[in-house]
């Protein structure tokens, strides 16, 4: 985390960047506001110490720029004793804190760390948002290249240009929520509110004044009024009791075509018949005019080591170790797995293997196994063909080889023992592309 230091006296910027980067800061100093403003704009990485009496632009009209400019940076003023008043003023315009001469060099590295943690949560913020609003962002999170991928992309597309209400059906785990905000960023919508609410977690009555009011003085606008122009999220709507479907129903048809709220539905039973079997039957036709079902993650073939591979190297990343190499044994188990928990299920494996392989210990066999110790054996497999398997591990031997050697062909050619027509063709046939991995 950065810290700009702001201060005509030479001595007070290096004895405070001194001081800040003995505690691990990484400090960054100016002479002047005028010139700190040309570095510190919106989104700046860090935190602003700012003396209050300066010549030309003193610190009280620099904190108030610094605040037009984004008002979620940390600014810590330091004052002489009779400025207190001023520094009052300063965090009434929107100053972190201040330091009065002369202060503990403690204290400001205090303020420095916390001022610095607030940034950073501000910052995490503000790139969640700006991803889950930004459809290009989201369509890249669906990995994968099997047919019903390809498809789900295609239908999230022409569904959220569509802008109506849509139900989402598919077992726990396979992506619901994701696909809903991925909807909602790709449509019309896309700059308006999305909020989201789980009908599972809250009783009738909460449930009813969250949805329609009324609501305390103190409190939000109910949901429905909420998200008007946007989209409102319903997850677990076959939770949802028969009295408020039917307020659901009265408002859904209250706002015609097109919709003011656009309801986006999130089944989660186990079968879409079950969820079909939960809701009124006038609602259930209503949301499920456009419908989208998710596939468990058994039945999408390839894209099981795809990911494995992915989140293996996301995790390791973040663990500072290198991702598993899967074996042919250890594809064919992943391959075969029930995946009663889906994608979060193998997000969980991926991470527990990267923590195996840090400690030295455990296989990912051992990891499957103990994860799928309750499963009936009849539910191990659903018969994938031979085919499927084998192409799925050849495109996973392949990205991985590529990854390892930095998209360098001959490299590639030469450690699976491939000519340059069959690399190509298969590179190809996966969709796999050089560039990827430059």
């Not at 930004?134 to 569509?162: C, F, P």
């Not at 009783?203 to 998200?227: C, H, N, S, W, Y």
């Not at 003011?260 to 609602?283: F, G, H, K, Y």
Request: proline share 5%.
């Amino acid at each position: 985390m950065k810290i700009a230091i702001v201060d005509d006296e030479q001595d007070m910027r290096q004895s405070i960047s001194q001081w800040l980067a003995l505690s691990g800061f990484e400090t960054e100093t100016f002479a002047s506001a005028e010139d700190a403003l040309k570095v510190i704009g919106s989104d700046w990485p860090g935190v602003v110490v700012s003396d209050v009496k300066m010549p030309g632009m003193d610190g009280m009209a620099f904190l108030k720029r610094l605040m037009g400019i984004d008002s979620g940076l940390p600014v810590i003023m330091i004052t002489g004793h009779g400025d207190v008043p001023m520094a009052v003023e300063a965090m009434r315009i929107g100053a972190y804190d201040f330091l009065e001469k002369p202060f503990n060099p403690d204290r400001m590295t205090d303020l420095a760390k916390r001022a610095g943690q607030q940034r950073r949560l501000t910052l995490d913020n503000r790139a969640l948002r700006r991803e889950l609003s930004d459809g290009t962002v989201l369509m890249r999170k669906l990995i994968g290249t099997s047919a019903v991928m390809e498809r789900l992309r295609e239908d999230i597309l022409d569904l959220g240009q569509a802008d109506g209400h849509v139900l989402i059906t598919g077992e726990t785990g396979t992506g619901k929520t994701l696909v809903a905000h991925a909807l909602h960023a790709v449509g019309p919508r896309a700059g308006k509110s999305f909020v989201s609410l789980s009908c599972a977690a809250h009783d009738e009555e909460t449930l009813a004044a969250r949805l329609f009011g009324p609501v305390g003085e103190d409190q939000d606008k109910p949901m429905i009024e909420q998200t008007r122009g946007g989209t409102l999220v319903l997850e677990d709507i076959d939770s949802l009791p028969q009295a408020l479907q039917a307020r659901l129903l009265t408002v859904i048809n209250e706002q015609g075509v097109p919709a003011e709220t656009r309801i986006v539905a999130i089944c989660n039973a186990p079968e879409p018949e079950q969820c079909e079997a939960s809701l009124r039957p006038d609602l259930f036709y209503r949301l499920a005019a456009m419908r989208i079902d998710l596939p468990p993650l058994r039945q999408r073939g390839e894209d099981i080591l795809t990911l494995f591979t992915r989140f293996g190297e996301q995790f390791g990343e973040e663990y500072g170790t290198e991702a598993p190499q899967v074996t042919a044994q250890e594809a064919a188990q992943l391959l075969q797995a029930p995946w009663p928990g889906n994608v979060r299920q193998l997000i969980n494996i991926a991470e527990r293997a990267i923590l195996q392989q840090r400690r030295g210990s455990g296989s990912i066999a051992s990891l499957l196994m103990a994860d799928n110790a309750e499963i009936a054996p009849q539910a191990i497999g659903e018969g994938k063909p031979l085919k499927e398997y084998v192409e799925a591990f050849e495109r996973m031997l392949i990205d991985n080889t590529m990854r390892r050697h930095r998209g360098s062909i001959a490299n590639v050619m030469d450690e699976l023992c491939l000519p340059r027509r069959t690399l190509n063709e298969k590179m190809a046939k996966y969709g796999l592309s050089r560039s990827d991995y430059l």
